[in-house]
């Protein structure tokens, strides 16, 4: 029945991978291509003719028939892609993206509908969101950890001094001074600082064991999968022009990490990495890993301005200002040492980026 | 030890915190030890070179030059005398890799005056002790594998150990805290090869007839 150019476009249509749909300035539909019938559950014949609103619209009710048209205008306008609803044969209703054009016809005005699935993509969407709320409770740990080393060191200090002092003042009266009634109600009262000054001591030690002794974590573990993790994780809402290349070592033997902790790191570096790149617009961040001795080595390269000799005498200081998203350096290598690592960092400069290496070590049992 | 033999006991103490730096030295002198004080490694250096007091103690975590680096320009695994190593919670990697590399021991922060008094005297007991025995057989193999790799103090570490010595009881003996000997232990064991303590005292054992400690 069909003329040769109309088979031909009708054999074009069903090659489409996208639903494409014409109807009629009524609404009814003259053309149902093959993806639109994988997409809707129903065949070409049993819809041609109908109403497209039995199958597309802005919205459907509880209750709903197959008749009406009442959207015929909203089809009717050249869109290149508004979200509607479809529903599908056995009653589903599902997301679509909807794209339609109006074409002249000797029979009246034609519209051009192409309808995809939008299934797939909230799927990944709700994946990212997924991933980005996983980053930023990452972020957040890592920034309690930051606060919890910095908090640590910079109390303790002033602390030892604190208790040493107190604790000098009580020998000396017990030395001198023995036995009065004035001396033993000074060193009641000093107890009881010392006392108070140990209880900081404890609240800082709580802290950092809730932040990082989870030393029982540490189990054998293969970086590359855990490193891949980390880069999906690190690329979350950045420049889709971004391309992270990666030269992973085959046969790396495993290292006995706290995985989380070593993902932190990694994500923290490839951040750090990004960031530089995005200033300097470049794209290229490099990741490889090897085997140097009896440690692995993971890299992270950008192709950034490298590292200015101011700020890299504060790279490693927690709180550092200089660093935009330095966020956590000091712990990373808090955390690289604590495995008996290193975090080591070629600054660059003149037109190259800057490296930063993480060094585990191999453990024995993995060197035979 | 008798008062008046601690004034002869010269002390140093290296470290970057003015506050920490004197406070310690408020406290051992008042126990009578005669204190001189660094702010960094490379004052404490050069006084250490030419005399030898009777303990160190280091902060290991200092700006520039770190605990790490000064204990390996000093030789300190054969250093003559005793070295204390502060650290805080977050460096006690970095003071058990400076035990490694011949500090005695070390102290968390924050610490208080009966400890930081207490491990003193006990180091310098120690070092003494030791000096006193020196050229006595030191209950080891003349050799066995692996003697040459051991530091002089993993040879004493492994002497108690295998003369059968819990942790504290070396400890004790050797002015170090039980778990610095579990430090050393875990060293000896990994350069000697040995998986578990009865290994080691059959390694230990092995180029010798009669059983180690009664000579």
């Known amino acids: ?368 | 030890m008798s008062e008046t033999s601690k004034s002869d006991h010269e002390i140093f103490i290296v470290d970057d915190d003015p506050a920490v730096r004197d406070a310690l030295s408020v406290v051992l002198t008042l126990e009578n030890y005669h204190v001189t004080s660094f702010a960094d490694g490379g004052g404490f250096l050069a006084a250490a070179r030419t005399r030898t007091p009777s303990c160190i103690i280091l902060d290991v975590h200092m700006p520039g030059r770190s605990g790490l680096d000064i204990l390996k320009d000093l030789n300190a695994q054969h250093y003559a005398a005793p070295i204390l190593i502060i650290s805080g919670q977050g460096d006690i990697p970095m003071a058990v890799d400076a035990v490694k590399n011949g500090a005695l021991d070390f102290i968390e922060k924050p610490f208080d005056a009966d400890t930081v008094v207490t491990r003193v005297r006990e180091a310098i007991e120690a070092t003494e002790r030791r000096r006193t025995n020196a050229g006595a057989p030191d209950g080891l193999a003349a050799s066995f594998p692996g003697r040459e790799l051991l530091t002089p103090r993993e040879r004493e570490v492994l002497a108690q150990i295998a003369s059968g010595a819990s942790n504290k009881e070396a400890g004790r003996l050797l002015g170090i805290s039980p778990r610095t000997i579990e430090v050393h232990r875990a060293r000896i064991m990994e350069k000697l090869g040995a998986k578990n303590a009865a290994d080691l005292v059959r390694i230990v054992l092995s180029q010798q007839g009669s059983p180690i400690g009664n000579p």
Not at chain 1, 1 to 29: C, K, T, W, Y
Not at chain 1, 197 to 221: C, D, H, K, N, Y
Not at chain 1, 315 to 343: C, D, W, Y
Not at chain 1, 350 to 366: I, N, W
């Open chain 1, 1 to 368: 029945m069909e003329s040769l150019p109309a088979a031909r476009a009708s054999s074009v249509l069903d090659a489409a991978a996208d639903g494409i749909i014409v109807v009629d300035d009524r609404g009814h539909i003259l053309t149902f291509n093959k993806a639109s019938e994988q997409l809707f559950g129903y065949g070409a014949g049993d819809l041609i003719g109908r109403d497209l609103a039995l199958i597309i619209r802005s919205e459907f009710a509880d209750r709903d028939g197959g008749s009406g048209g009442g959207d015929a205008e909203f089809w009717c306008t050249p869109h290149s892609g508004r979200d509607v609803k479809g529903r599908h044969f056995d009653g589903t209703i599902f997301p679509i993206e909807l794209s339609s054009g109006a074409t002249p016809a000797a029979e009246g005005r034609r519209f051009v509908l192409v309808v995809r699935d939008l299934r797939p993509r909230r799927q990944i969407e709700r994946r990212h969101v997924l991933l980005q709320g996983e980053l930023m409770r990452m972020l957040r740990v890592l920034a309690l950890e930051e606060i919890g080393t910095a908090l640590s060191h910079e109390v303790n200090q002033p602390l030892t001094a604190l208790l040493l002092y107190l604790q000098a003042v009580a020998r000396a009266i017990e030395k001198q001074v023995p036995g009065s009634a004035l001396s033993d109600r000074a060193l009641g009262l000093l107890d009881k600082a010392v006392h108070e000054a140990e209880r900081v001591g404890s609240v800082i030690q709580t802290m950092r064991q809730f932040t990082e002794g989870r030393l029982p974590a540490r189990r054998l573990v293969d970086l590359g999968p855990l490193i891949a993790d980390a880069i999906e994780l690190a690329l979350i809402g950045s420049d889709p022009s971004t391309r992270v290349v990666r030269h992973f070592a085959p046969e790396l033997p495993r290292v006995l990490v706290d995985p989380l902790q070593i993902q932190q790191v990694v994500v923290n570096l490839l951040r750090n990495a990004l960031e530089a790149n995005r200033t300097h617009l470049a794209s290229e961040v490099r990741v490889t890993t090897c085997r140097e001795l009896n440690e692995v080595h993971v890299v992270i390269e950008d192709d950034g301005p490298g590292i200015g000799p101011e700020a890299l005498r504060d790279l490693f200081k927690p709180f550092s200002s200089k660093m935009v998203e330095g966020l956590g350096l000091a712990i990373s290598r808090t955390i690289a040492q604590n495995h008996g690592g290193a975090l080591s960092v070629e600054p660059g400069g003149d037109g190259s980026g800057a490296r930063y290496a993480l060094h585990l070590p191999v453990p024995a049992a993995a060197e035979e």
